[in-house]
């Protein structure tokens, strides 16, 4: 053999080489790229389900509030005549004793209604809830003003009742 095919099967020679590299690269990127794409896919399997156990664990807390509430009112004899006597006669027929009382459990209804505004405008409260919410806003609001409650809670809370009252 002469130099020159020697020089030339060993040019040949490395660009045989240089493909079967280029190959095995490609085959590694590949692995690489199929196995980033399945722990993508995991990641956001995890977020999905920790997304969904925050969704369950609002609403448990969601409904120990609103038994929290309800019993409140069920087990007190004077806030259920209170609140009886506020459905017939409204706030003007409460004593300064009664009103103080009827005040401080509607405020603590409207953070509680507060809090599920949050919870909804981040997505952790589902239409369902946010209407049921709705109804008892629709229902207390007009209190609420009544009560100089206006203003009262966030921002967003506060523009939300104004947008529901007048719905």
Not at 48 to 70: C, F, G
Not at 118 to 138: F, H, M, N, P, T
């Amino acid at each position: 053999m002469t130099p020159l095919q020697i020089s030339e099967l060993l040019g040949n020679l490395g660009e045989f080489l240089g493909s079967i590299a280029v190959f095995i690269t490609l085959i590694y990127l590949a692995i690489q790229v199929r196995q980033s794409k399945q722990a993508t896919e995991a990641n956001t399997l995890v977020a999905q389900q920790n997304y969904e156990i925050a969704l369950a664990q609002n609403h448990v807390s969601r409904t120990d509030l609103i038994v929290q509430l309800s019993l409140e009112l069920a087990r007190s004899r004077d806030l259920s005549e209170i609140w009886l006597k506020w459905e017939n006669e409204g706030v003007g027929s409460l004593n300064e004793l009664e009103k103080a009382r009827f005040e401080n459990y509607n405020l603590a209804i409207l953070y509680a209604l507060d809090s599920q505004h949050a919870q909804y405008s981040l997505g952790l409260l589902d239409e369902d809830g946010w209407a049921d919410a709705e109804r008892r806003i629709k229902v207390l609001a007009d209190t609420w003003a009544e009560l100089d409650f206006e203003g009262v809670g966030r921002r967003g809370f506060v523009e939300e009742i104004a947008r529901i009252k007048t719905s």
